[in-house]
C-alpha cells in the first residue's frame, strides 16, 4: 500500500531529525505549550475563529500527551505496527483520496502554534509539504516587555486589519513600513483579493530568496521581502519571475544581510584620517585632473526654504574650493507632484547628466537614493538624513545638539525667570537630542530654568512662537535654518522677544560647505571607498564641532560676557572636553538613563525618545502633524511619534501655503 511506504519515509525522517537535535544538544521532542505559559498567561486569551495556519509555524503541542510520539519536525517517531502508525497511515489515505478537511484545534503563542486536537493530521500534512493547515486558533497574548514582545505586538495589530499570517520580522516598526509600502494607509483593511495577491508573491519571492542562500540568515524572509519592496517596490515585485528576483537580490544582497547584525549602523563622528601618499601618486594626481560632475538634489526650493538655502550655499562653497576639478550642478522639487516631478525620475536625470557623486539633500529622498544606488553602483550616493540602515549609500548629518545645548546654556544665564521657550519642526531622529540638550544647557547655567515646547509641525512655526509669546516667555529657540527673507519672523535661532521687539541673540550655523568639502576630498583620495569596504555595515557621518561642520553665530546685541562663555562651551565641546549629554539624565516621567558621569553613546543620542524632566511639552502624536509633517515622519520620525500614526487626509494643497515658509527645514 502506498501509505505504508510512506510511513517508513516520514519515519526516517523522524530518526534522521531526533538524531540531529541529540548530537546538537537539543530537546528530540515537541515543545508544550503548558510548560512555558503560565495559568495568568492563558487566561489573556483570544478566540480567533478558523484560521489557515502556516504549516511551518506549527511547531509543537498544547499539552504532553502526544510527545512522546512525534520528533520535534512533526514526523511519527513509533514504529511500524503499533495503533499510532495504523492511525497515521489511515489519515494519510484521507488525504491523498478526498483530502483532510477537519481543522485542528490550536492555540496561538508569539506567533507559533501549538496542536491540542489534530496532531496526526499535522503530521501528515506536513509530510505532503502543505503550506497552510486549517485550524481553530485560541491567540494567548504574552505578558512582560522587550523586543521580541514589542514586534508581537506590531504583528497583532497588523493582523487585525491584514488577516496575514505568515509574515515575520525582526526589527521593530516593519509591519507598518510594510502597510505603507504597499500603498495602505494605516489601519486599513486588506480586501480577499490583496490578501491572496500577497500570499502568492510572498511565497514566490520566499523561493528566490531561499535560493539565493537566504535560508543560511538569520533574518526573516519578511525582511528581505520588505528590503527589496523598499528598493523595487512592491508592484514590481509581483510582475517578476523567479529568475528576475534573484538577478535583483544579487544586486542588493549586502542590504538583505544588514537584518542579520544586531548593529547595522556604524557611526562616524569624525572624518577619517586621509591616506598618506606617495610623492609618485600626487604628481600623477596634480598632472591628470579629472573633472567630476556633483549634483545636489532637493526636494524643494532655495526661494522657499531655508534648508535647501543653506544646501545650496554649500553646494557654491564646495564649487569655488575645487573650482574647475568639479562642477556641481543643483536639481530642485524633486518631489513636487504639481510640478509632475518624481524623485527616481529626478536622479536618473543626474546621472545620465554624467554626475558620479550625488547628494540627496532630504531624509524624505532616502528611498530613491537607495534604489538609484542598487541600480548604478558605479554611483556613490549620499543621504543627509539620521538612522538610515542601508548599506548602498552614505548618510550624512550634523551633531546640532552641540550647538543646541550652548544656546540653552545662554539662554538659561539671561533669562530672569527661568522660562524659556522652543520651537521644533518634526520629532524626527536627531530633533529630539537638540531639544534635550538645550533643556539640559539651560539647566546647568540656571537649575531652575524651565523648557517650554511647541512644534511647528503641529500648528505652523508663527504660531507655536506665538503661544510661547503669550506665556510671557521671552527667550526663545526656534528653527535651525538662517532668515533668509525678511518676513521669516521668529523663525530661527534663540531670540528675546518682548512685545514688538524681537532681538536675534545667536543662532546655529549649519557649515554645509565644509562638510561637503571634507566628504568630497576623502571620496577623491579613497578614504571613503576604503571605510566601505572595511565595513560590512551601514555608514552614517554624524559630524559636529570638532570637525567643523557645526558652528554658533552671534549677534552685535549679544554682550561680550555671554558671548566669552559661549566660546568655552564650543571650544569645550570642539576637544571632548564638555559633552552636553553627561549621564545621569533624568526624563520626565521619572526614568534615569545612565549613572557614573559618563557621555551617551552616539547611538543613545540619535534614538531619544523621551524628554528631560525640565522640559514642559511632549512629543506629538501622528494624527496631530500637519501633512508634511507626517510626510517627514513616515520616512525619519522616531518611533514614539510614529507609534500611534493613523490614516493621513490629503491635505497637502490646502496647507501649501502655510507649510512653505517650513517646508524642508528639516533642522
Known amino acids: 500500500m502506498e501509505e505504508q511506504l510512506y510511513y517508513k519515509d516520514a519515519l526516517k525522517l523522524a530518526q534522521k531529525d531526533y538524531r540531529a537535535c541529540v548530537w546538537a544538544g537539543k530537546s528530540p521532542c515537541l515543545p508544550v505549550l503548558d510548560d512555558f505559559v503560565s495559568a495568568s498567561n492563558a487566561a489573556n486569551a483570544v478566540d480567533l475563529g478558523i484560521v489557515q495556519i502556516p504549516s511551518e509555524l506549527i511547531v509543537g503541542t498544547k499539552t504532553r500527551g502526544r510527545t512522546n510520539a512525534f520528533s520535534s519536525n512533526f514526523m511519527p517517531i513509533l514504529e511500524d505496527g503499533t495503533e499510532f502508525a495504523d492511525k497515521w497511515k489511515r489519515l494519510c489515505n484521507a488525504h491523498l483520496t478526498e483530502g483532510i478537511r477537519d481543522p485542528i484545534k490550536a492555540y496561538e503563542y508569539m506567533n507559533r502554534y501549538y496542536v491540542e486536537e489534530g496532531n496526526k493530521r499535522v503530521s501528515v500534512l506536513k509530510f505532503f509539504d502543505a503550506l497552510t493547515i486549517p485550524g ?117 544582497w549586502e542590504e538583505v544581510e544588514l537584518h542579520d547584525d544586531n548593529e547595522p549602523i556604524e557611526l562616524s563622528a569624525e572624518p577619517a584620517e586621509e591616506p598618506k601618499q606617495s610623492v609618485l601618486t600626487k604628481v600623477l594626481s596634480a598632472a591628470a585632473p579629472k573633472r567630476v560632475k556633483v549634483a545636489f538634489i532637493h526636494d524643494g526650493t532655495p526661494e522657499k526654504s531655508g534648508w535647501v538655502h543653506d544646501h545650496e550655499k554649500g553646494r557654491n562653497y564646495v564649487q569655488r574650493v575645487f573650482e574647475d576639478k568639479i562642477e556641481t550642478v543643483a536639481y530642485n522639487n524633486a518631489m513636487n507632484s504639481a510640478l509632475d516631478n518624481h524623485p527616481d525620475e529626478v536622479i536618473k536625470q543626474a546621472i545620465d547628466d554624467g554626475a558620479t557623486i550625488i547628494f540627496t539633500t532630504s531624509p524624505r529622498l532616502t528611498q530613491a537614493s537607495l534604489r538609484a544606488a542598487v541600480d548604478n553602483p558605479d554611483i556613490i550616493v549620499f543621504n543627509c538624513a539620521l538612522n538610515k540602515s542601508h548599506r548602498y549609500i552614505r548618510s550624512y548629518y550634523t551633531r546640532m545638539y552641540e550647538a543646541k545645548f550652548i544656546l540653552g546654556a545662554l539662554a538659561g544665564s539671561l533669562s530672569e525667570s527661568g522660562e524659556l521657550g522652543y520651537v521644533c519642526d518634526y520629532p524626527i531622529y536627531g530633533q529630539i537630542a537638540g531639544i534635550n540638550a538645550f533643556a ?7 537649575p531652575r530654568a524651565k523648557v ?131 549621564t545621569p539624565i533624568y526624563a520626565q516621567n521619572g526614568d534615569v538613563i545612565g549613572k557614573d558621569e559618563k557621555s551617551l553613546s552616539l547611538d543613545q543620542i540619535i534614538n531619544m525618545d523621551y524628554l528631560v524632566e525640565n522640559v514642559i511639552g511632549s512629543i506629538p502624536q501622528y494624527e496631530e502633524l500637519s501633512p508634511m509633517g507626517k510626510a517627514t515622519v513616515d520616512t525619519a520620525g522616531v518611533e514614539k511619534a510614529q507609534s500611534t500614526a493613523v490614516a493621513a487626509e490629503d491635505e497637502v494643497e490646502a496647507e501649501k501655503a502655510d507649510d512653505n515658509a517650513e517646508a524642508g527645514e528639516q533642522e
Open 452 to 582: 517650554y515646547l511647541e512644534w511647528s509641525a503641529v500648528c505652523g512655526a508663527k504660531a507655536a512662537a506665538q503661544k510661547l509669546i503669550d506665556k510671557g516667555i521671552h527667550y526663545i529657540s526656534s528653527q535651525d535654518t538662517a532668515r533668509f527673507r525678511e518676513d521669516d519672523r521668529n523663525s530661527f535661532g534663540l531670540s528675546y522677544i518682548n512685545g514688538e521687539e524681537m532681538v536675534l541673540l545667536a543662532n546655529p550655523v549649519w557649515k554645509w560647505g565644509v562638510y561637503y568639502e571634507e566628504i568630497l576630498r576623502r571620496v577623491f583620495n579613497k578614504t571613503m571607498q576604503a571605510e566601505y569596504e572595511k565595513s560590512n555595515k551601514a555608514l552614517n557621518y554624524y559630524w559636529g564641532m570638532s570637525a567643523g561642520v557645526v558652528d554658533i553665530g552671534y549677534s552685535l546685541a549679544l554682550s561680550r560676557s555671554s558671548k566669552k562663555f559661549a566660546e568655552f562651551l564650543k571650544d569645550s565641546i570642539s576637544h571632548n572636553v564638555c559633552t552636553p549629554f553627561l
Open 136 to 252: 481553530h486558533v485560541i491567540r494567548i497574548l504574552p505578558e512582560g516587555s522587550g523586543d521580541d514582545v514589542d514586534i508581537y505586538n506590531e504583528f497583532v495589530e497588523f493582523y487585525k486589519y491584514s488577516k496575514i499570517n505568515f509574515i515575520e520580522f525582526t526589527k521593530k516598526g516593519s509591519y507598518a513600513l510594510l502597510q505603507k509600502a504597499l500603498g495602505k494607509e494605516a489601519g486599513e483593511e486588506w480586501t480577499d483579493e490583496e490578501q491572496s495577491e500577497f500570499a502568492g508573491t510572498y511565497h514566490h519571492f520566499k523561493k528566490a530568496y531561499t535560493a539565493s542562500g537566504g535560508d543560511k540568515l538569520q533574518s526573516t524572509v519578511g525582511d528581505a521581502m520588505l528590503s527589496y519592496i523598499m528598493v523595487y517596490g512592491y508592484p514590481e515585485l509581483t510582475t517578476t519571475d523567479t529568475a528576475g528576483i534573484k538577478k535583483n537580490l544579487s544586486k542588493m
Open 440 to 446: 539640559l544647557g539651560a539647566q546647568m547655567a540656571n
